[in-house]
């Protein structure tokens, strides 16, 4: 789109994320030449929220669990397949592991897919992996692939103008594997402007959004004017408009805009009724599916939030898996059946595509897969003589659990098993990355022939434009 | 919007003819649209004759609609009615204008058949030639519809009926396959196109099941005209060497003889732009002054502001050859020379600080080599010798990002060496061609495994589609003419040979892009774009040979190159506003001048760091990875030395990942955001407004401060008054922050003009 033919555009195409990207000025992916249908069209869903599950979220210990064996000093480890009791959830026949009650209760408004397939990568490196489930390609690449969120603000550009397309809750970038996280957390070629606002902390989410600490609104609004004087007085003024003038200006103004907007307050989670807060306060990943709720309601597009990577912390579990996984289910159960029933209550659920996902699962002996087991990263003793050894602590790729609600997911429905003696994989239709993908594409009317000529070929949401969304998920 | 409503109501005025309130709301309506016209057009910058027409048509009309009225009342009806009649004659055209105005000027033809626009391939005006010969053709022109029947293949079918795929058992990718046709039979039946299936299938409507191509685009009415008139024809197919569908440049150097000088003219650039300007109907403009002259060039050598004092002595000085002593003088900064071009190598080079592959030790940084490289104007011929067979510290770049875990076959570090120093080096696309045979050059999976091998020390299976093939390539240049490589020689003298080979005078490509690149650098446009893709026609192929040509002749040296190009006339023309960011890489470009930039991450830092207060400590240097003098040499801590940060990467400094050879002069909202309210230039506006509260005692000596080293020149009163108004008498902290954000973010400061 381009700026200064405000006009034949505004005609053409006046809608108000139209009107965002127009503000925004025209992104460098317009030197890109897309071929595709037109996105949003038949669409089911409008708002995707990716609950992220980093590290690798053993299936068996959480929403596929398998026979229970206790701890007992020195026991074989190949005799434990979970380390918790399963109980049953809203769905008949359905159990999920212990301590995600809250989440069990709500199953009947989504759907349980118990047959993710990652990909074999050989050598486990978790960025690497997580780097396939965001942006759908195997790093590394000759062009740097856009994440998922970033297709997403490129096609359809924000809801509501005022709040960033693709925004990003609680992942920072000074842990380990940092640069490797870099590397799938950007838009690619698509260009910065389609990129992550990266809210590392949600309690701080308000910062990102309002001027800057210490100045007020009147000052806020007094250096603006002065810069808009300046604009006006510069006398290069008179050597006309360009592109890269008017997007300069345009940007800016949009950016006021957001940091004066109502909308801003959204980001505020002091204003959030303290009983709400409570329940979704057990830490940042607890507060980000607050906040992510808040923008939905606001008109938020992409939002993911993550319970961090960090190398050996959260789900990446070498060792203590048994006892960690009690922390890790207890901070994801209760915010995430409430944001599920918050978001169904106010209405939203039918359009907000709700994704919890993991890169991989765990197994207590596998590497890998049964078919192609790796070198292992950190040594596993077959007896376990200690509680800490009791726990999924092997990257297991060939199975794994994932959750979706709403924006056309079919309610209380489940797809795919695993097996129920070891290997626990997949027995029963498989899903892969790039089904996942064009799911979401599809309930947000973005073709699955999406594509972009980058460097003369054409580069698609996900490879050669092959996937196909999963019908058998949406209503 | 409202223009389209209102000339619907004249319509409406035909239709109820001789109705007087409507003619009398009609005239109204007409007065408002004009009134309307007029302001959209002064609150929008759009200009040229349609609006010309469209403004005075609408006027005209105006005054037909009112004198209408008159002669309403008046009761003269035939008058009446031949006034009407004109008057919706002028709405009609006014009205035509006007939508060419809001939807383009195609916005009638457009949804004519054929008028799709697609791009044609070169060549189109010899298919036309051909398709209104009704007699034998010529070889040659059997040569020529043959390529246009190959483009609008390769365009269209190849990737389903190639060497890749081959649905429906069908390959339409060389003669004798054509003429075999697939699992159904024959497809082209010559003489016959009325029998043939391929025509068949391509004309079929759109959705129908057996129509042709099943995805993308439908052929254009044209490409089906030509299939039809070749098969007409006999489908012919010239004897011998096939023709290339892409356009291929020469790889050997060529000299142009230099236009002869003008009484205004004498360099050998300013003279070949003045020959491209005759044909194209460009013209010379006065150059720009003094102080737009010493700010760019400043930036484009040493990627600083120049100080007050400098731009002072600069306006001042009377020499005539000023402008080539300033250059020299900045080239001779070898340091701050480096310390600016530091960054389009290490974006081209892909060599970072930071970065994947680093953390397991499948990475390595090439930083200390590319300082003293640069610091030393190393020939380019030995630059690029070192880096292709290197040495420990130059490695870096040949070894490619290694990542732990199984990948796929066409990143390979061997096949990401051949794809980058074609890339980087050649201009030249190896990517697609490093999985299958490439659809959009004659550049074929064989040749780049072949080039690869040169890089590996097993030979590498051939993978198609990541799918082994059980071939073996061998090991040859992607162009035999410059050598031939010794297949059962060492990794490093292969190597060795391979810089060698490419380093050659007769390697034309080797040296046109790179003066190109740095061209693009200077100028904000290469003279071919994509500066990667070096097969593409050139706006002026003399310039861009002679430049390399020149390149040559002068021992390989970088500096003597931007000196040429700096101090020609044509550098110093005033900057080209560009409208459409998409105008700049348009095949039909018209060179006027230097495209004004943006400027990088890194330059935007140090203007801050040079005109208010540094915005990096001494501690944001990535040490470890340069050369151990290397703060001794910075005049204070340049950010093309610091690690990437969310700053530098929202003002577009990339992820160096990927080999990336420009930066993008577009702006965007993640970036006005950073700038508003990031804490990396709020806490740097802080602390700067300390040390200049306690320096500058009086707003007006400041504000003027200020101004002459972020823009080099006092403020004119409106903005001193505008200043003040925030500073007041005596500055404050807070003021002083505000003015200075303000300013930064002015275009004047983020842009070169």
């Known amino acids: ?475 | 919007m409202l223009f389209e409503l209102i000339d619907w109501k004249h319509k409406s005025t035909v239709l109820r003819d001789g109705t007087r309130i409507i003619t009398w709301v009609s005239a109204g309506s007409a007065v408002l649209a004009v009134v309307f016209g007029l302001l959209l057009a002064g609150s929008e910058d759009s200009s040229g004759t349609n609006l010309e027409i469209h403004r005075w048509a609408g006027i005209a009309t105006m005054v037909l609609s009112l004198v209408t009225v008159f002669t309403l009342r008046s009761g003269n009806r035939s008058l009446f009615r031949g006034l009407l009649l004109t008057t919706v004659f002028g709405v009609s055209f006014a009205g035509h204008y006007g939508a060419m105005l809001t939807h383009g000027e195609d916005y009638l033809t457009s949804v004519l058949p054929g008028a799709d626009k697609t791009v044609e391939p070169e060549g189109e005006t010899e298919a036309d030639f051909v398709l209104t010969n009704n007699g034998a053709l010529t070889p040659e022109q059997i040569q020529n519809l043959n390529v246009e029947v190959r483009t609008i293949l390769a365009h269209n079918c190849y990737s389903c009926h190639g060497e890749a795929k081959m649905k429906g058992e069908l390959r339409l990718d060389s003669k004798d396959a054509i003429m075999k046709g697939g699992e159904h039979g024959v497809v082209v039946v010559p003489n016959h196109p009325d029998k043939s299936e391929l025509i068949r299938r391509i004309s079929l409507p759109k959705g129908h099941k057996e129509a042709m191509p099943t995805k993308g685009k439908r052929l254009t009415e044209k490409e089906v005209k030509l299939l039809q008139f070749w098969i007409e024809k006999g489908a012919p197919w010239p004897d011998g060497k096939e023709k290339s569908i892409y356009r291929v440049a020469d790889l050997a150097p060529r000299t142009p003889q230099v236009p002869a000088a003008t009484t205004e003219l004498n360099k050998p650039v300013d003279l070949f732009v003045n020959a491209y300007f005759q044909k194209n109907k460009g013209s010379w403009k006065p150059v720009v002054d003094d102080r737009t002259y010493i700010r760019r060039v400043y930036l484009d050598i040493i990627g600083l502001l120049p100080a007050p004092e400098k731009v002072d002595a600069f306006v001042a000085d009377t020499r005539p050859d000023k402008r080539e002593l300033l250059a020299k003088e900045l080239l001779s900064q070898n340091d701050a020379y480096a310390q600016h071009w530091m960054t389009f190598w290490n974006d081209a080079l892909r060599n970072d600080y930071d970065g994947t592959g680093y953390i397991t030790g499948g990475r390595f940084g090439i930083s200390k080599w590319l300082y003293a490289s640069l610091l030393d104007n190393k020939p380019y011929n030995w630059f690029v010798k070192e880096l292709i067979s290197p040495n420990k510290e130059s490695e870096g770049f040949i070894k490619g990002i290694k990542w732990r875990g199984t990948i796929n076959s066409s990143q390979r570090t061997e096949m990401q060496a051949a794809q980058n120093v074609a890339q980087v080096f050649l201009g030249l696309n190896l990517k697609c061609a490093s999985c299958h045979d490439s659809f959009i050059s004659d550049w074929k999976l064989a040749d780049a495994y072949a080039f690869a091998n040169i890089f590996a020390d097993t030979l590498l299976e051939i993978n198609r589609c990541d799918k082994p093939t059980g071939k073996i390539a061998g090991t040859r240049m992607l162009y035999p003419e410059l050598g031939e490589i010794e297949v059962n020689a060492s990794t490093e003298k292969r190597l060795r040979q391979l810089a060698d080979f490419l380093v050659q005078p007769k390697d034309g490509r080797l040296y046109r892009t790179l003066v190109n690149r740095v061209w693009a650098q200077l100028m904000g446009r290469g003279i071919v774009e994509p500066v990667d893709a070096m097969d593409n026609l050139p706006w002026s192929q003399d310039l861009l040979d002679w430049l390399a040509s020149d390149f040559v002749t002068n021992g390989y040296d970088v500096k003597k190159l931007i000196y040429t190009i700096v101090t020609s006339k044509t550098y110093q023309l005033p900057s080209t506003s560009v409208k459409d960011a998409g105008d700049m890489m348009a095949n039909d470009f018209k060179f006027t001048g230097m495209v004004r930039r943006r400027l990088t991450a890194e330059q935007f830092a140090d203007a801050i760091s040079t005109s208010f207060t540094p915005m990096y400590a001494d501690t944001a240097l990535a040490l470890k990875k340069l050369p151990e003098d290397i703060q001794s040499r910075l005049p204070f801590p340049r950010a093309a030395f610091v690690k990437n940060d969310p700053f530098l990467t929202s003002l577009g400094r990339p992820n160096r990942e990927t080999v990336s050879t420009g930066r993008t002069s577009q702006a965007n909202l993640l970036q006005a955001l950073e700038l508003t309210n990031g804490s990396k230039f709020t806490e740097t506006l802080k602390a700067g407004s300390k040390v200049w509260k306690s320096q500058y005692p009086t707003s007006d000596s400041l504000v003027t401060a200020l101004y002459r080293k972020a823009l080099g020149r006092s403020p004119v009163p409106k903005e001193l008054a505008a200043a003040k108004k925030i500073l007041g008498p005596t500055p404050s902290e807070e003021g002083i922050q505000d003015l200075v954000w303000a300013i930064a973010l002015v275009p004047e400061f983020q842009l070169i003009y």
């Open chain 1, 1 to 475: 789109m381009n700026i200064q033919w405000n006009r034949r555009e505004f005609l053409q195409r006046a809608s108000a994320a139209t009107m965002a990207a127009l503000a925004a000025g025209a992104p460098i992916s317009n030197l890109l030449t897309s071929c595709r249908g037109k996105a949003g069209a038949n669409s089911s869903a409008d708002t995707v929220i990716l609950l992220w599950m980093a590290g690798g979220m053993a299936h068996t210990e959480t929403f596929d669990p398998k026979a229970y064996t206790p701890f007992e000093k020195d026991m074989e480890g190949n005799r434990v397949l979970s380390t918790f009791k399963s109980f049953p959830t809203k769905l008949d026949g359905i159990h999920f592991s212990d301590g995600l009650q809250s989440i069990g209760q709500v199953m009947d408004k989504g759907t349980l897919i118990r047959s993710y397939v990652a990909a074999d990568m050989g050598h486990i490196l978790h960025s690497r992996h997580q780097y396939h489930w965001h942006t759908c390609y195997e790093p590394p690449q000759t062009v740097a692939a856009p994440h998922m969120g970033s297709w997403i603000a490129k096609e359809l550009g924000p809801k509501n103008p005022v709040i960033p397309a693709f925004i990003d809750i609680g992942q920072r970038f000074t842990v380990g594997e940092a640069e490797e996280l870099k590397a799938f957390h950007t838009a690619g070629f698509l260009g910065n402007e389609f990129g992550p606002f990266f809210i590392p902390d949600p309690s701080q989410g308000l910062e990102s959004v309002r001027p800057p600490v210490g100045m007020d609104a009147k000052r806020f609004e007094r250096r603006n004017q002065l810069y808009n004087e300046l604009i006006n007085n510069s006398p290069v003024g008179e050597f006309g408009s360009d592109y890269q003038r008017e997007s300069l200006k345009r940007s800016m103004e949009q950016a006021y805009a957001l940091l004066n907007s109502p909308e801003s307050k959204a980001f505020d989670l002091s204003t959030e009724p303290k009983k709400s807060y409570d329940i979704y306060n057990t830490g940042r990943f607890g507060l980000g599916c607050l906040l992510a709720r808040r923008l939905t309601e606001q008109g938020a597009r992409f939002i993911s939030v993550t319970t961090e990577y960090e190398p050996f912390k959260g789900w990446d579990t070498h060792e203590n898996g048994h006892t960690r996984l009690q922390d890790m289910k207890k901070q994801i159960d209760g915010p995430i059946a409430q944001l599920i029933k918050d978001l169904d209550e106010k209405g939203l659920l039918d359009r907000t595509m709700v994704v919890l996902a993991s890169e991989f699962s765990r197994d207590m002996m596998v590497e890998g897969r049964p078919d192609a087991k790796v070198k292992e990263q950190v040594a596993q003793p077959d007896i376990l003589s200690d509680l800490k050894f009791y726990g999924m602590h092997r990257h297991f790729t060939d199975g794994c659990s994932m959750l979706m609600f709403g924006g056309g997911i079919k309610k209380g429905f489940v797809y795919g098993k695993t097996a129920d003696e070891r290997p626990c994989k997949t027995i029963e239709n498989p899903v892969k990355i790039d089904g996942i993908h064009q799911t979401i594409y599809h309930a947000l009317g973005i073709p699955p022939d999406t594509q972009y000529e980058i460097e003369k070929r054409p580069f698609y949401t996900t490879p050669d434009g092959k996937g196909l969304a999963v019908k058998e998920l949406l209503i």
